[in-house]
């Protein structure tokens, strides 16, 4: 249980087009989605954290306008890079927060490779 | 706020040898710890976790971490490492969630150490 899966796993688009990375938990719900990027041979870095329902709240330095969250749903959060650029070519990570009784887990998609030429 | 130092970047070793990942941890408020592991262009998989009570935690694939908190630090280790280990591991912090308010309930990363096993 507790699997988190990312679509798509690998995207290349040309410059100035927008991205749409989906985020799901398929066999829990998900009130809690967290986004984070990763560039090549270094940690994660929290972008923003996504609640169901309300509006995401975004990192410092993160621009919102760039990097659209929705969390629609309990078990769906989806991240779109609008007017992506190269710099924006990284490896991105979705992770879902399950309450499993007294404690709360995160659970990791398997990321997105973004590429913009 | 709390931060999390991974002191070596990179670590090789030869297969079936023993192999420790250090970690150091500094922190205003009470954390949870867990170590995670990357293979090439996946997600993350939890390796394992303290949360409390003994020190010693085992989880998965051998591994095992002994927090140590008048050292702050969380160490990784294996007896015996195997080809398949090869991978970046990254330790991590945080609060427990509804504990504390701001930002000490998101995970916190270290910058990851790149296990090698040679045969």
């Known amino acids: 249980g507790a699997v988190v899966s990312q679509h798509p796993s690998r995207v290349i688009c040309k410059s100035g087009t927008s991205v749409k990375i989906e985020c799901r938990s398929l066999d829990f719900q998900a009130t809690t989605m967290f986004w984070y990027r990763q560039f090549p041979k270094q940690s994660l870095m929290l972008m923003a954290t996504s609640n169901e329902g309300s509006k995401a709240t975004y990192e410092q330095g993160v621009e919102k306008d760039k990097f659209l969250i929705n969390h629609a749903s309990l078990t769906l959060s989806t991240l779109t890079v609008t007017s992506a650029h190269p710099e924006d070519s990284s490896f991105y990570i979705c992770?879902?927060?399950?309450?499993?009784?007294?404690?709360?887990?995160?659970?990791f998609g398997p990321g997105t490779r973004l590429t913009v030429l | 706020a709390q931060s999390v130092t991974q002191l070596d970047s990179q670590v090789p070793v030869f297969e079936e040898a023993p192999v420790e990942l250090r970690c150091n941890y500094s922190?205003?408020?009470?954390?949870?710890l867990f170590w995670y592991v990357q293979y090439p262009n996946q997600g993350l998989q939890l390796l394992l976790k303290?949360?409390?009570?003994?020190?010693l935690v085992k989880g998965i694939n051998g591994f095992e971490a002994e927090f140590n908190k008048s050292q702050t630090s969380f160490h990784l280790r294996k007896p015996s490492v195997h080809i398949s280990d090869t991978a970046e591991y990254f330790c991590a912090v945080r609060a427990p969630w509804g504990n504390s308010g701001g930002s000490n309930y998101k995970l916190t990363f270290g910058k990851g150490t790149l296990l090698t096993v040679n045969p």
């Open positions: 922190s205003s408020v009470s954390v949870y």
């Open positions: 303290y949360l409390s009570g003994s020190t």
């Open positions: 992770s879902a927060k399950r309450t499993h009784r007294s404690y709360n887990e995160q659970f």
